[in-house]
């Protein structure tokens, strides 16, 4: 029997519009879901490069107003993949259209704007999600699922790091194409938004709220030539910061991103403590979970490499045979496949935009903390 189709318009054509178009494509002949994604219309401003990139992935039409795409009836959802300063104008729209929304991370460049976009989709009931996708790496999923099991006991320690070395030299400009990153008016913030966003997503999945926040930043280069208007200007994002927490579990959190930590791509990792074991996950080998379990016999106990590929293990059984790996951009088909899974059963996938609000507040404490020097509460 056919099934339902589930019509996409996806707003922007860089990385993440590439990571999500894979996915939407992929996820039907590996996942047998009730609805089947297709690839109705790709948005940007350029019309040469969205048409370029709708030939590429199979998109049927283009657009070069997002607006355009929320007119359309033959459009259920809009996928939101630009930078951060855009992500609030299309969402509240999308949402008064009443347009399913998946969209990107950081959810808003605020906490303020943040709220704004969950009671908006909210009042509109309509489906939303946000693309926090480390949540479906399988062995982060697993490390998820021993968690629940009570197989580490009582936590005492979170750990996560996210380190990039691309912004060292001096000579980078800021804003533009490629490099909204290093703009504070287009990014909100810089590593905080960027990348401790996954991070905290994360920890709050796995290890619950956190209570407060103590952090630095710090920004190494001052000035940057920006891009769009071709002078010399203050760069206002953060190029490093760190932060401990506490957890209203009880736990201690550390967390460090930077992206002047020559050597290091994007290497994202986290470690937790508890009373029965110990768990570690590095994204630059990202089908192992490392496990250290208490209870093992004292002359075997140590650290086990577990390799996440068997078909009992999160998501696998639905891929290739025991022992083959999947990749990064599995976790965006795994996020979609969920979704899709979330409107049939009407249990929505997570995190959805108030689930990721909370993300927001913390990143909003942070960014606070660091620049009053003292703790601050996350509201
Ligand atoms: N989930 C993840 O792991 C992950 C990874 C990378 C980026 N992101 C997030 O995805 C978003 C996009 O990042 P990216 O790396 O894909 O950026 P990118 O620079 O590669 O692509 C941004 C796209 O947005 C388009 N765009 C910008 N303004 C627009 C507008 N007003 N209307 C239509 N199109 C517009 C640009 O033309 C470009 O196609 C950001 O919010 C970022 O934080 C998430």
Not at 79 to 105: F, R, S, W, Y
Not at 158 to 178: C, E, H, K, M, V
Not at 238 to 249: P, R, V
């Amino acid at each position: 029997m056919a099934k339902q189709p589930l019509n996409i318009g996806i707003v922007g054509y860089g990385f993440m519009g590439r990571a999500h178009s894979n996915a939407y494509k992929q996820v039907a002949q590996f996942f047998d879901l009730a609805r089947t994604p297709v690839l109705k219309a790709a948005c940007a401003r350029d019309a040469a490069k969205v048409k370029a990139f709708a030939d590429t992935w199979g998109y049927e039409s283009t657009e070069t107003d997002w607006r355009r795409l929320l007119d359309r009836k033959d459009i259920d959802c809009i996928d939101i993949c630009t930078p951060n300063n855009a992500h609030a104008e299309i969402a509240l729209a999308a949402a008064q259209a009443g347009k399913m929304i998946l969209c990107e991370k950081p959810l808003a460049m605020n906490g303020p704007e943040g709220l704004k976009m969950v009671q908006a989709v909210e009042k509109a009931k309509v489906p939303n999600m946000v693309w926090y996708n480390y949540r479906r790496v399988p062995a982060c999923t697993l490390a998820r699922q021993l968690i629940d099991e009570g197989r580490l006991g009582k936590i005492f320690h979170y750990r996560a790091n996210f380190l990039q070395d691309w912004t060292i030299s001096a000579d980078l400009p800021q804003g533009g194409a490629g490099l909204w990153r290093l703009d504070v008016a287009a990014a909100g913030s810089g590593v905080t938004g960027d990348l401790l966003a996954h991070c905290i997503d994360t920890a709050l999945w796995l290890n619950g709220g956190i209570k407060d926040v103590c952090a630095m930043t710090e920004t190494f280069i001052k000035e940057r030539k920006h891009t769009l208007t071709g002078k010399v200007e203050k760069v206002a994002i953060d190029d490093a910061c760190a932060f401990l927490c506490h957890f209203k579990n009880g736990s201690l959190g550390l967390f460090e991103s930077t992206r002047y930590a020559r050597g290091h791509k994007a290497l994202y990792t986290f470690e937790i403590n508890g009373e029965k074991a110990s768990i570690k996950w590095d994204l630059h080998d990202l089908h192992r979970l490392e496990y250290f379990d208490h209870k093992d016999e004292s002359r075997i106990r140590g650290w086990h490499k577990l390799h996440v590929t068997d078909g009992d293990h999160p998501y696998m059984g639905k891929w290739w045979v025991p022992g083959l790996q999947i990749g990064y951009e599995s976790s965006f088909v795994h996020q979609v496949a969920d979704f899709i899974d979330g409107l049939t059963t009407g249990k929505p996938a997570q995190p959805d935009f108030r689930n990721a609000y909370e993300t927001q507040l913390v990143l909003d404490a942070i960014l606070d903390s660091a620049k009053g020097r003292q703790w601050q509460e996350v509201k």
